[in-house]
């Protein structure tokens, strides 16, 4: 009997990769997804990808009513791995409420719905932003958080102060919560990949479609950052070994090896690049001279940003292992497919 996962958001760009990798390790997948943000193609180049179509469930989960029914008809998965959220930062300024309640609600339905069902390990989605502007880098778990610039940012910092409460209320539950860097890269099939919809508000998409002259040019936002060459740094992790971390992450719960009820781990690779680093690197990848400029700095942008990577190593084994480059080629090899209308 294989173990069932339900995987919320699984359409979208981080969920439908780790979908992949728990199938390819014999889980069996129920993904939930309001497609707000993804598309149903998914599910096809997910079972071209595997061989294997997953159950799907069309679900907002702000519904609470249904999403306890469809958490009562899967009550027997082993765990929730919960990526579906809205994430564009810059709209989440302007409309707050909206990431609020999309961001929060779905979490304490889904929470309360698994509970509900004696589904009691779960994982959580998380963002190195919830580190705020950091004093040391790179920067540890054992760092403080801070509030985040963003209301998208503040979703994840509050989503994992409800799971502290809710881990010391209830002691049949357990959570990890991941923190993501900075997330690029796309399956190498070309298959699947990140699906901006409108204009991207992330650098990588950004300058995919800035080369195949969907956008005039790249904005880079500011160049008198206290870094080498005055842009910020960043940690760059390939979406693939993000998806791979979080089935090493759902086996440990399932094997109960977590050492307490709620773990929190960062998955980045621990190397900082700069912006012009990644333009750089798209440049020798692609052949292709990218048409950007220097203009201001974009409000909320923290200097520099990278990893400790240590606690994953040490205790979940897990470590990234894939350069700036295979990131960045795979990144433009799924956008190419893409535009070519291969897809
Ligand atoms: N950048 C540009 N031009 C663009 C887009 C980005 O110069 O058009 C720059 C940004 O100023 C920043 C860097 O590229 O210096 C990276 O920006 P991204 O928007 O790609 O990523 P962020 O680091 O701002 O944000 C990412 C995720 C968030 C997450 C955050 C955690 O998108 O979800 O990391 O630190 F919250």
Redesign the pocket.
Known sequence: MKNKIIVTGGCGYIGSHTVIELIDNNFEVVIIDDLSNSSKKTLDRIHQITGVKPIFVELDLKDASKTSMVFSEHKDAKAVIHFAAS?A?GESVKNPLKYYKNNLYSLLNTLSAQIENGINNFIFSS???V?GTPEVLPITEENKTQR?F?A??NT?KIAEEILEDLINSNDSFSAISLR????IGAHESGLIGELPSGI?????P?ITQTAVGLREK?????NDYPTPDG??I?DYIHVLDLANAHVIAVKRLLLQKQETALETFNLGTGKGFS?LD?IKSFEEVSGINLNYEIVE??P???PQ?FASTDLAKLKLGWSANKTLNEMISSSWQWEKKLRDGNL
């Open positions: 994430k930062v963002s190195a932003t580190y985040p963003s998208y940012g994840k993501y860097f900075n997330p991207p508000n992330n650098l990588m950004y790249l904005m880079v936002y500011g842009t910020p960043r912006v990644v700095r974009r909320g942008d923290v940003l």
